[in-house]
């Protein structure tokens, strides 16, 4: 029994020190699971991407869509990427899954572009997209493949991978830059790291985390951090996105506190690829807000 719990334990990712314990042992059984339901999925076409949209506050329209994936497993139903995405990085699979998102995500850009759509694309990179060199190589491939214009597609990264001193990971950043492509840094304000980062490397837009912004309009601190993470971004020359806006008086307190770009289920859910022309000839009035 050691023995099982053992390898049980290994995956259950880092600093677990528990053994013994049923619970525990049911939910490596799960994971373990799960590691070879995601070997399948692939394969079995069981991805897809949902796509939500970013509205520039100064025009009123979508500007971008964020691609996010969504597994929907035959026998447990949708499974939400925060729970398969770190199992991904951890045995390697999010490189495949990571190539099927980039290209899925930019064969829809390019038709909704071919359809009359001037449309950017954000798709999120793990840090472990990185580290083997090949990533800039893939990008170009795909946007060759797709016809769509490196301009159009805004990668959004961490402060992981940006703290990631390796110089695969710097040297492909460069790389990306140059062929055109945006960056944008997500989560910001989550981190640990030191914000020297900022001046060295090629980014475009800052995402301030959903936690600040959930935290409008009540939470002074979380007002602070806003203003701050607009004040720096405005001096560094980024533009700034909220996520998670839900409600009204956040957008209100987010145009205030001039931040340029906002998304969150106030203005749309991410939706399916077929669901979202629908939404783009939408135009939000944000002189005459109620
Ligand atoms: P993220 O990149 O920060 O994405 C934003 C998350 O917030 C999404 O969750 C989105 O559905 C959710 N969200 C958007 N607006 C609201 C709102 O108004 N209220 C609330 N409560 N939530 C909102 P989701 O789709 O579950 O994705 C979670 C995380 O999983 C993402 O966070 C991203 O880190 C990761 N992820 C998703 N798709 C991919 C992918 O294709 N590749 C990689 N590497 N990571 C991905
Ligand atoms: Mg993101
Ligand atoms: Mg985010
Ligand atoms: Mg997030």
Known sequence: HADTAMYHAKYLGRNNTQFYSPALTQEAMRRLNMESNLRRALDSQEFFLVYQPQV?????????????????????????????????????????????????????????????????MAVNLSPVQFRNGTLTRKVRDILEETGLDARFLELEITETTLMDESATTLQTLC??????????????GTGYSSMS?????????????????????????????????????????????????????????LIQQSCHTLQ????????????????LGQNWDFDRLP
């Not at 699979?93 to 909704?112: K, Y």
Request: hydrophobic letters at 45%; one cysteine or more.
């Open 56 to 120: 520039d506050l100064q025009t009123g329209h979508i500007r971008s869509v964020e691609a996010l994936i969504r597994w929907v497993h035959p026998q447990h139903g949708l499974i939400p990427p925060a729970e398969f995405i770190p199992l991904a990085e951890d045995n390697g699979l999010i490189i495949s899954i990571g190539d099927w998102v980039l290209r899925t995500a930019c064969r829809d850009a390019a038709r909704w572009h071919a359809a009359g759509f001037s449309l950017e």
């Open 175 to 188: 790389e990306l830059q140059e062929l055109g492509v945006k960056f944008s840094l997500d989560d910001f």
């Open 197 to 253: 980062y900022l001046r060295r490397l090629p980014l475009h837009n800052l995402k301030v985390d959903r936690s600040f912004v959930s935290g409008l309009p009540h939470d002074a601190g979380s007002l602070a951090i806003i203003r701050a993470i607009v004040s720096l971004s405005e001096s560094m020359g980024f533009t700034v996105t909220a996520e998670g806006v839900e409600n009204l008086e956040q957008v209100k307190i």
């Open 264 to 279: 969150g289920y106030y203005f749309s859910k991410p939706v399916p690829s077929d669901q979202l022309p629908a939404l």
